[in-house]
């Protein structure tokens, strides 16, 4: 997810966890980054694009380009 534009829409594949008990790939979960869910970036940090302000369903987070990069998407 890390990698698309502003403004781009896509569908969730699935959180990865880079290792046994991930808390933040299972938190990211938590607040609905699961498969089927659409997400859009809205907007970029001014620094290195970090932090992405990303949305999901009618809520608005603000991920690291690090976490962001967890959720693997397909592009619509």
Same mark, same amino acid.
């Given at each position: 997810m890390h990698?698309?534009?502003k403004g781009a829409f896509a569908k969730v594949h699935h959180v990865e966890d880079r290792h046994e008990g991930d808390p933040i790939s299972r =938190?990211?979960?938590e607040?609905?980054?699961v498969e089927g869910r659409t997400v859009v970036i809205r907007?970029?940090?001014p620094f290195g694009k970090d932090p992405l302000m990303v949305q999901?369903?009618?809520s =608005?987070?603000?991920l690291r380009r690090s976490e962001a990069a967890r959720v693997l998407v397909d592009r619509e």
């Open positions: 990698q698309l534009a =938190r990211l979960r607040l609905g980054f907007a970029w940090g999901i369903g009618d =608005r987070f603000a």
